[in-house]
């Protein structure tokens, strides 16, 4: 069966440092995988989402995220965080069922 | 453009009490609908999605029940809430047409139950 876990629950960056946050799935076949983010008390956003093609996907919101097959990852990235950037963060894998399994969150704070 | 619209967007019901929470999508057609529930401190959970009006499929045995009375409305409902319904559930629509379409989601309802 397919799964998505996000080994970091929690991180804490200081503004202007750079963020990667981790993604690792299950799935026997090409996976179609998105990243999403969710304010305190609101629906999710779309980041960013990886079909085919370049294992470089970019985003909004200066975010972009590498898909990696071999180590079965898809890690979200950015440069240089802000303040706004404080939210919690979902990976998720689409298996062509219609719905979206999705991993636990990583609930990112920014110092600053 | 699509827009999706939930509400009402926070929710206090006792316990046995009846439940209805109202999505609707703008500016498509045909589209997918889906209803989550996002437990606190927790991933999100698929309760029913919809592929058309009156299709429904559940992905989880539960109090919960949905309906899709029309093409860009999906309704969630219970009869009688219990403690454990508590949550903050969440309504996305994808495309229609297309494979692996990214799902769109509207602002939550938080449900309490007392």
């Known amino acids: 069966a397919q799964s998505v876990t996000q080994p970091d629950i929690h991180i804490t960056v200081s503004e202007g440092a750079s963020l990667e946050l981790r993604c690792n799935y299950s799935?026997?076949?090409?996976?179609?995988l998105f990243w999403y983010v969710q304010s305190p008390g609101q629906g999710l956003q779309l980041l960013l989402k990886?079909?085919?093609?370049?294992?470089l996907v970019q985003g909004i919101k200066g975010f972009e995220a590498e898909f990696k097959r071999s180590q079965s990852s898809f890690n979200l990235r950015k440069p240089s965080v802000h303040w706004s950037d404080a939210a919690e963060y979902f990976c998720?894998?689409?298996?062509?069922?219609?719905?979206?399994?999705f991993g636990s969150g990583t609930r990112l704070q920014v110092q600053p | 453009s699509q827009t999706i619209h939930q509400w009402p967007a926070t929710l206090v019901q006792p316990v046995g009490s009846p439940l209805s929470l109202e999505c609707t999508v703008e500016g498509t057609s045909n589209p997918n609908l889906y209803w989550y529930r996002q437990a606190a401190g927790r991933g999100l959970q698929l309760l029913f999605y919809?592929?058309?009006?009156?299709?429904i499929s559940s992905e989880v045995p539960q109090n919960l029940s949905a309906s899709r009375p029309q093409d860009r409305q999906f309704i969630l409902s219970s009869k009688k809430l219990l403690l454990s319904d508590s949550g903050f559930y969440l309504c996305a629509w994808s495309p229609g047409q297309g494979s692996n379409q990214p799902q769109h989601f509207g602002d939550g309802t938080r449900l309490s139950i007392l």
């Open positions: 919809s592929v058309g009006i009156g299709q």
């Open positions: 998720a894998l689409d298996t062509g069922r219609r719905a979206l399994t």
């Open positions: 990886y079909f085919s093609g370049d294992t």
């Open positions: 799935y026997g076949a090409t996976p179609y």
